[in-house]
Antibody, heavy 113, light 107 residues
Framework: EVQLVESGGGLVQPGASLKLSCVASGFTFSDYWMSWVRQTPGKTMEWIGD????????NYAPSLKNRFTISRDNAKSTLYLQMSNVRSEDTATYYCTITTTDWGQGVMVTVSS | DIQMTQSPSSLPASLGDRVTITCRAS??????LRWFQQKPGKSPRLMIY???NLAAGVPSRFSGSRSGSDYSLTISSLESEDMADYYC?????????FGSGTKLEIK
């Protein structure tokens, strides 16, 4: 059974950095592109970006490219999302996905002072 | 970016009704269209991929279709467990973009 478990969320101050993790199991992690998607409290869904199975290529939503970085560690079957200079509009639930086919349970990030 | 215009935003319906949700793409996306169901407090669930293909485990009362740049999700006979939010997603090109969602609720 595919499992994607996100962690690392919480309350963070504006301007700070945060790194989310997603531990994968139940499939061969190194064979799959992975992606991050977020959902705002108002339920708007936004694709953040994705990463190639070997980590050699990443692709981002243009509006987030300068602040968000996706990476992976295939030895640990773990996907990461590094968020920098966070803003209130980054408040959302962040989902790890296998290119939107399978989804984790999500992790909440709240940006507030 | 490709814009996905989803309608309606809210759809009151009765059990047993046939309901249809539509997304219109602002440019050609071929059949690179997915539909998701999301229940309260849960993650999205893939229902339809490739515009018309049922994902694994999805009941046959769900179907997807395409007419030009309009993509539809149809539930042939609404059941109580279908009450949820539904989203479309185009995966033709980056950045992938979602529709704004449809809340399917009991009339």
């Amino acid at each position: 059974e595919v499992q994607l478990v996100e962690s690392g969320g919480g309350l963070v101050q504006p301007g700070a950095s945060l790194k989310l993790s997603c531990v994968a199991s139940g499939f061969t992690f190194s064979d799959y592109w992975m992606s991050w998607v977020r959902q705002t409290p108002g339920k708007t869904m936004e694709w953040i970006g994705d990463i190639k199975y070997d980590g050699s290529y990443t692709n981002y939503a243009p509006s987030l490219k300068n602040r968000f970085t996706i990476s992976r560690d295939n030895a640990k079957s773990t996907l990461y999302l590094q968020m920098s200079n966070v803003r209130s509009e980054d408040t959302a639930t962040y989902y790890c996905t296998i290119t939107t086919t399978d989804w984790g349970q999500g992790v909440m990030v709240t940006v507030s002072s | 970016d490709i814009q996905m215009t989803q309608s309606p935003s809210s759809l009151p319906a009765s059990l047993g009704d046939r309901v249809t949700i539509t997304c219109r793409a602002s440019q050609d996306i071929g059949n690179y269209l997915r539909w998701f169901q999301q229940k309260p407090g849960k993650s999205p669930r893939l229902m339809i991929y490739g515009a018309t293909n049922l994902a694994a485990g999805v009941p046959s009362r769900f179907s997807g279709s395409r007419s030009g740049s309009d993509y539809s999700l149809t539930i042939s006979s609404l059941e109580s467990e279908d009450m949820a939010d539904y989203y479309c997603l185009q995966s033709k090109e980056s950045p992938l973009t979602f529709g704004s969602g449809t809340k399917l609720e009991i009339k």
